[in-house]
């Protein structure tokens, strides 16, 4: 403690009244100051992003997809959106089943489509796709990342595979990590399952109006394998960080992790199961889908829903029939609100993954199937 | 409410464009007070009970002395009573451990059950069950309410300092409530005395242009402390602290060194932020940490760390004690028990009793060398400082282990473990010694460098930009929270 020599009645108690200094260090701006260092600190926050895209290359080859490792990267989602946006692009946008979880990029939906249609550069089919996204996201997504799908033909999947239980609907009352939480509304609507602080959800909502925050996040999702940079120097104590920002994106072929299985689901040894199916009028997974839907429209896009593909083959009896009733609901929803809406055909047993992912040969079919499609070519067609 | 965190920020945001305009009226007060209770009652709003009760018992005793000649008795029950809370909250189950070890060792068929448990849950469970009320009461033994030997200790030295006549009588009870828990400064500092801050709290403030900057000035630099350093070093310092007997010699020195800096960072960060809140409000809080790491000395150490509380053990403990007045023998003896009693204020733990006793052992040992010529003279600063880090850092390691054996054997094994690489992050390496060195420079003749007008608006700058684009995780709670 301060018993220094100063307790001699000759020196008062308060004599070294309070100090009032301002600071040890004189980190210390004037207004003047301080008007300074908030026009640099805005100029860096506008400048930095924006001088990044100049700088990072974004190789948008034919058959680009969102690389898997930048799913949670949504400052690149609105960059990749913007600039494959520019043309007369038909904008694929959905969950893994757009993106393609078991397949290459060259094997996806989007591709089939651009090869069987003969699309070329300017009527070219992109895949924007997300893997792990689910509808409840996809609204968060779509409303604050991706202004830029705009006045296009929007191809919207509809999985209905995020209905078939209370976990996947995020409607369980049990506290459940789920995928993509900085998408979901975080003040206005009640999502059971979610429980961060007061102050995560503001920051969540601070980020998605905060570019740069989105930039950072980019930065570290691309080249720190998505850690903050404190935690990246504990595993790589002796490297240089500023060698890690290779300024190379990761490759749109770079397979999920771990790698998925992509033999048919009966080869795996997966079972038939009948989910524990959610009623669509209380889903929250199919409200924010109408969500989305109608966000899509209210951006000038022409929107055609596609309901499916998915694996009836690995549904019970009693599973299934739920299923089709969900699934013709859903239908019957769009033809209520006259939005284009395709059921896509079951496709064979052995061309599915899992309950809900084509295989290669799968996204063939379905590609095959949609061009014979009649809604698919008026979609097309603009009639 | 952590000062780092997005709901401080909602919260400050809403609280000050009122306070600008209900500055200079009656509603200063109740507004301040209001916003200090919600700020205080966000960690758990049965606290609150405990702080209204401090400070109406304070108010009413310096009420009670101003009317009467017989002031020692209503001295006396104001710090009966706040050390009874601090003793019953804070020290209740320290005491009953220590006792029942004892009974244990001598074995006596005695054991004493868990103040908080015995006189809170169990007694208004059994009031509640006698009233036929069906209601049980959760289990209190947890609770250690935020920043209690801060708020105790402030109110505790407006009692004394009017006892001693060195306070004017606080009439009204708003004013005083608002100075016993203005929320910059209410959970850990700096503990501001009566005299300097109830005055301030009387007068309209004059906010001027240049407060709002300075207040910005010092929140900014705080923030950089706490989250791009402290909790830097936390990642460190944890784990290693953990598990201490994993590791070997260089790790738990690092670990050691690192939570020299993480602990000052921290505690100095927050002292900045609620400086800089205060200076917002026109409320000038005082300095609590004045480069405490470039100290020549150990006296000099305590002249730079947590100002605010080595004055106040200064002022209520050693010189009641008899100072340096009575002798060389008496004046050891007041600097060993005032410092030991300052290690028990931080933590009813045995660690923390013996962070004080190296503390005034270090003091001892040195007082008359640092008073010889050829010390003084002779030896380089940073020797001296370096002799002084030494030591402030071997006492660390007992305020921070878990237990006094973890303490002994981290420090064992700093000598006896050999060697290993530390894995220690070069990245976090540097940013220390960066500061270290912007420290020293800014105390040395070349100050003009760092302190220049572009240099500081570039370090503003620089902070800002980093801790946006680099931190990501920001709601680690402050270290002096706990105490």
Redesign the interface.
Known sequence: ?????????SHS??Q????????????????R??L??GV??VL??WL?PLAWQKIEPLDLEADYRIPYRLGNDYWNYRRTSREVCRGDETVLVGDSVIWGHYVDSHETLSHYLNADLNAGDEHRFVNLGVDGIHPVALAGLIECYGNAISNKRVLLNCNLLWMSSPRHDLTSDKETPFNHPALAPQFTVNIPCYRA????R??IV?ARHFR??GW?DH??IAYFGSD????W??E???EN?LDQVTLSLPSADEPPSPEPDARAWDEKGLRKVNPEWVPLESSLQWRFFRQTVQRLQQRDNRVLVMIGPLNEHMLTEEGLAAYQQRKVAAAAWHKEQGIPCVVAEVLPSRTYADLSHPNAEGYAILAEQMKENRGFRKFLGGD | MLFHTWVFLVFFLTFYPVYLLVKGTRLRAPWLLAASYVFYGWWNPVYLLLILWSTTVDYLAVRAMAATRWKKPWLALSIVNNLGLLGFFKYGRFVVDNVNALAERFDLPYALSDPNVCFLSDGLNAVLSSLHLHYHVPDFSYLLPVGISFYVFQSMSYTIDFYRGQVELERSFIRYATFVSLFPQLVAGPIERASHLLPQLQRAPRISREDVADGLSLFVVGLFKKVALADYLAMYVDPVYSAPEEYRSPALLLATFAFAWQIYFDFSGYTDMARGIGRMMGVRLMLNFNNPYLATGLGDFWRRWHISLSTWFRDYVYIPLGGNRHGETRTYVNMVLTMVISGLWHGAMWTFVLWGAIHAAGRVLTRSLEQTAVYRDRVPTIAKQALTFSVVMLAWVFFRAQSTGDAWMILGRIFSSGLADPVFPLLLAGLVMSIWLYQYVYESKFRKVVSAGPVRVALVVGMVVYMAAVVTSGNQEFIYFRF
Do not use: K
């Open positions: 403690m301060a018993t220094s020599e100063q307790s001699n009645t108690v308060i070294d009244a309070p100090d009032d200094r301002f600071a040890a260090n004189d980190v210390r701006l004037s207004p100051g301080w300074l260092a640099l600190i860096a926050f930095i602080t007061l102050s995560e503001l920051g601070v740069f925050l950072a930065v570290r903050d940079l404190a935690t120097s504990f790589h104590p002796y960080p």
